[in-house]
């Protein structure tokens, strides 16, 4: 399938030949480089970036948590490069990261890739749930401490709210709009959260900026920080929202990530950074409950990241959306009957099984981990460099061959212990706190 295969107007899905099955049942090659790099940045810039004082900066202190952040940009752009330049690779464009590995490597792989893909996206999905559901609850208890309001019941009703969303709003370039406003939403919650922790650092007292635990904790929670490191800027699913943008594909996907890593950070970076400052070592997983301030002001924080949680999972949740689509022919008018019937039943189960999860294991800091760990590392590092190096052998020198071998081995042993850690963590928390925590 060449790039001059492709059929495309405002109103019409990818179709491959006359009268041949559609090969996806979403839009493609309609979405300017400005567009797809609001997708992107949305992904970093989402409620998880309140979460990376306390998930990256406390466990790693000023040093680590500065210098780490930085490398991680560094090495996830170059990463995110090699993929979106593979795009078009043998004169066949990839539309899913699964097409790409199966192109390069064979079936094998093609099943490998998504499953680990499917892993990476389901785990992230459950992590925006239970960061909405954290979110609604913070707001709740700004004006009620009767306790009746518990964080599982708060995932419940942000679950069902992800699935309405996702029933409406059939695929990816349909968001459209709602990126405006995902983007409105993150400026509130980040203005409001680097506000009130500036003026909370400026009036508290000096703080503890010593890194918790010792030992072999304080190891595993350093490695598992490393996990939360790549976790905060990629989104394992490169091909798919590459496949939204328009001609020249590889050309304006560059576009889209230069603005991801260079505009798109500076948000997580001031976050991340002033929460740290203002809080020290004390500082919460999830930053709105340090700060003090207003309670309008804080509900209006906690509001709008509940919000942009449902839109950004959406975006996350696209993939698993598409496939089901593909297969079963849902194409055409969003409001068919036949199409809008799919997806309540398909996306609203796939959503309350996710909801189930994030209400039976609250612990966002250890999703974090351990998505990083176990897909983030596998998918975007390892797997890049290692289909970079098979595409692009014979013209590589010698030098780059071995830089792309360093970082699979590199990438492989981190991924190894980060897992570790991560299911260390889990197994802490599960001790801690009960299934159906309220956190």
Request: overall charge positive.
């Amino acid at each position: 399938m060449g790039t001059g295969d492709i059929e495309l107007s405002a109103n019409k899905v990818f179709h491959e030949g006359d009268g041949a099955p559609p090969d996806t049942a979403h839009q493609i090659s309609t979405d300017s480089w400005l567009q797809v790099g609001f997708i992107l940045t949305t992904g970093i810039n989402s409620a998880y970036v309140l979460g990376y004082s306390g998930t990256v900066m406390v466990p790693l202190g000023w040093i680590g948590g500065v210098v780490g952040l930085i490398l991680a940009t560094m090495v996830s752009l170059h990463a995110n490069a090699l993929v979106a330049n593979l795009h078009e690779h043998g004169g066949t464009r990839h539309i899913r990261y699964r097409d790409l590995a199966g192109y390069i490597y064979g079936k094998k792989a093609y099943s490998l890739t998504w499953a680990l893909q499917y892993v990476n996206l389901f785990m992230i999905n459950t992590g925006y749930i239970i960061l909405a559901g954290s979110a609604l609850k913070a707001a709740y208890v700004l004006f009620s401490d009767d306790g009746q309001m518990k964080l599982p019941y708060c995932i419940a009703i942000a679950g069902f709210v992800c699935a309405m969303f996702a029933i409406c709003i059939p695929h990816l370039s349909a968001l459209g709009i709602w990126l405006g406003v995902s983007t409105v939403f993150s400026l509130a919650y980040i203005v409001i959260s680097f506000g009130l922790s500036l003026q909370d650092g400026l009036r508290s007292p000096p703080r503890d900026y010593s890194i918790p635990g010792d030992g072999v904790s304080r190891i595993f929670t350093t490695i598992g920080a490393s996990a939360n490191l790549v976790f905060a800027f990629n989104t394992g699913m490169l091909p798919e929202i590459q496949a939204t943008i328009r001609q020249p594909a590889v050309k304006n996907m560059m576009k889209a990530l230069y603005f991801q890593f260079t505009v798109g950070v500076l948000p997580l970076y001031l976050v991340a950074f002033t929460g740290y400052w203002a809080y020290g070592s004390s500082t919460s997983v999830y930053l709105l409950n340090n700060v003090n301030g207003p309670v309008w002001v804080k509900a209006l924080a906690n509001i709008t990241a509940f919000l942009q949680s449902v839109i950004a999972l959406h975006i996350f949740a696209s993939p698993m959306y598409e496939f089901w689509d593909t297969k079963y022919g849902i194409e055409g008018s969003a409001m068919n009957v036949k199409n809008l019937s799919f997806r309540i039943g398909v996306r609203g189960g796939y959503l309350a099984f996710n909801t189930f999860v994030a209400a039976f294991l609250p612990f966002l800091g250890d999703f974090m981990s351990l998505t990083g760990a176990i897909s983030t590392f596998p998918l975007t590092f390892i797997l890049a460099n290692h289909m970079y190096l098979q595409a692009k052998k014979n013209k590589l020198k010698n030098p780059e061959k071995f830089w792309h071998w360093l970082n699979i081995c590199f990438f492989s042993l981190m991924s190894v212990a980060a897992t570790i850690a991560a299911i260390r963590l889990i197994a802490v928390d599960s001790k801690t706190y009960h299934v159906f925590a309220d956190l």
